[in-house]
């Protein structure tokens, strides 16, 4: 499957200028072609001016309204997305969860807009605590809740990017990325959602993703170990180098999926 790899830039940087810089810096670092899926998100403000610095990669959002058009005030429609080219849209990013009381259903009315209309939608899932080894049934049910309605067909243009809400933004503090073997416990916890809304075939179909302090150090373990078919990259993707690195490790390293299916004694899916 074509690894997928998106800087999320959340609200930096300040101006117009250095995000054109950046978007800049960050097309130095990848590889030409960049034998992958490179998607950058830049705030919505700065849509505009990033777009037309990116060549090898591709321009993302990071949330969009459920509404085509009319009376929202704040709204971002698909219809002014589309109209600037974005290819992929981050929905349901545990920062709008939490702070912007984004519940499953609105999740779940985004997802259906973005796969009948487009951009592309990343749908993020992800528990709020750690607990401990098992990935929580909150995860699940996130992904079934965001499908309710979804068109089998439609799930071909779909990412989930697990985001363990007590991984993100903590690359400078103790806690750290999620482990690889958690990591992957919870693409096969996600493939099994996918797989018992729909079928195995469908789940196969999904790009699974991981988020919460990527990192040039992580990366390889996340794809490898994790089984993971990319990133969505937080802080390290205001970095262009580190992001290059990023993205150059998730290409070439292979996933070591049976080894690890057979290593850690997981249930196959059903
Ligand atoms: P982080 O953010 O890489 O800074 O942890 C990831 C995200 O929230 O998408």
Request: hydrophobic residues 45%; charged residues 25%.
């Amino acid at each position: 499957m074509r690894k997928i790899i998106i800087a999320n830039w959340k609200m930096h940087p300040d101006t117009p200028e250095a995000a054109s810089a950046l978007a800049i810096a960050i097309e130095k670092e990848l590889p030409s072609p960049p034998g992958a899926d490179v998607v950058v998100a830049p705030p919505v403000s700065f849509l505009m001016p990033v777009a037309g610095m990116l060549k090898k990669s591709m321009l993302g959002a990071q949330d969009m309204s459920a509404e085509g058009q009319g009376a929202l005030t704040g709204g971002v429609s698909w219809r002014e997305l589309a109209a600037l080219n974005v290819r992929f849209v981050i929905i349901g990013h545990s920062e709008r969860r939490i702070n912007c009381g984004e519940t499953d259903e609105i999740v779940n009315k985004k997802i259906r807009t973005a796969l009948v209309h487009g951009p592309a939608p990343v749908l993020c899932v992800g528990e709020r605590d750690y607990t401990d080894a098992d990935i929580p049934p909150m995860v699940s049910d996130q992904v079934r809740l965001a499908l309710a309605g979804v068109k089998k067909e439609s799930l071909k243009n779909l990412v989930i990017a697990y985001e363990p809400v007590w991984a993100i933004s903590t690359a400078t503090q103790s806690a750290g990325a999620d482990t690889p073997e958690r990591i992957f416990r919870a693409r096969l916890t996600i493939e099994k959602a996918i797989a018992d809304a729909y079928d195995q075939a469908a789940a196969k179909k999904v790009r699974i993703i991981y988020g919460g302090s990527v990192s040039a150090r992580n990366i390889a373990a996340i794809v490898g170990e994790g089984h993971m078919d990319g990133a969505l990259v937080g802080g390290a993707s205001l970095r262009a180098e580190e992001f290059g690195v990023i993205v150059r490790r998730a290409i070439e390293t292979r996933s070591i999926e049976k080894r690890r299916r057979g290593a850690i004694n997981l249930r196959p899916l059903a």
